[in-house]
């Protein structure tokens, strides 16, 4: 089956820092690739995707590069603020209509 | 629009009684599903549904219920509740042919 894996958190990081969250899928097929967000005491919110291999999600100063040969989308930010703590979940989904897969979720804390 | 609501927002119950959540969309969404939320493990899928009158068994399915008469509703049953049930519950809906999950605020549920 559909699995993905993302970087065991939680991450803190500096205000201003760079940010990697590594996230690797195994899937049969073509899947479309997601990011979410999680704000404390919130939903999930999309904040990225891609749908086909070299295609660039990009939100809020986040990016995220669909690789093919290497099954990855790596979520990356050059300089995060506070704001962006949260929870960050990587997914896919098996194309229209199919099923979707999502990582355990890598909690983000950006300190002052 | 509201996009998706779920109500309540937090409920303590003892352990073997039973309740519903529930959960609305106003997206005129086909796809409804329920997840839980637990520390470690991301999010698990536990009923799906297609359409009205079409449900489904997702990945922790056992000891909920579900129903799909309208559209607009997916009520999920906890038929006798016990301390595993304990979680975070999270009602998301997509359009038929989409990708990208709309997710409600969250249901907070403890289990004495």
């Known amino acids: 089956g559909n699995s993905v894996t993302q970087m065991e958190g939680p991450v803190t990081l500096s205000e201003e820092a760079f940010l990697t969250i590594n996230c690797t899928y195994t899937?049969?097929?073509?899947?479309?690739l997601f990011w979410y967000v999680q704000y404390p005491g919130e939903g999930l919110q999309l904040l990225l995707k891609a749908t086909k291999a070299d295609d660039k999600g990009s939100n809020k100063g986040f990016e995220a590069t669909y690789r093919k040969e290497t099954t990855s989308f790596h979520l990356e930010k050059g300089s995060v603020q506070v704001s962006d703590s949260a929870v960050y979940f990587c997914a896919l989904s098996e194309g229209p209509g199919g099923k979707s897969t999502f990582g355990d979720g890598t909690t983000l804390t950006v300190k002052p | 629009n509201a996009g998706v609501t779920q109500t309540p927002k937090f409920q303590v119950l003892k352990t073997g009684q039973s309740m519903t959540l529930q959960c609305a969309q106003d997206?005129?969404?086909?796809?409804m599903s329920w997840y839980r939320q637990d520390p470690g493990m991301g999010l698990r899928l536990i009923h799906y549904s297609v359409g009205a009158g079409i449900t489904d068994q997702g990945e922790v399915p056992n000891g909920y219920n579900v129903s799909r008469s309208t559209t607009e509703d997916f009520p999920l049953r906890l038929l006798s509740a016990a301390p595993s049930q304990t979680s975070v519950y999270f009602c998301?809906?997509?359009?038929?042919?989409?990708?990208?999950?709309?997710f409600g605020p969250g249901t907070r549920l403890l289990v004495l």
């Open positions: 899937a049969t097929g073509y899947p479309s």
């Open positions: 997206m005129n969404h086909e796809y």
């Open positions: 998301a809906s997509r359009k038929g042919g989409g990708e990208t999950q709309y």
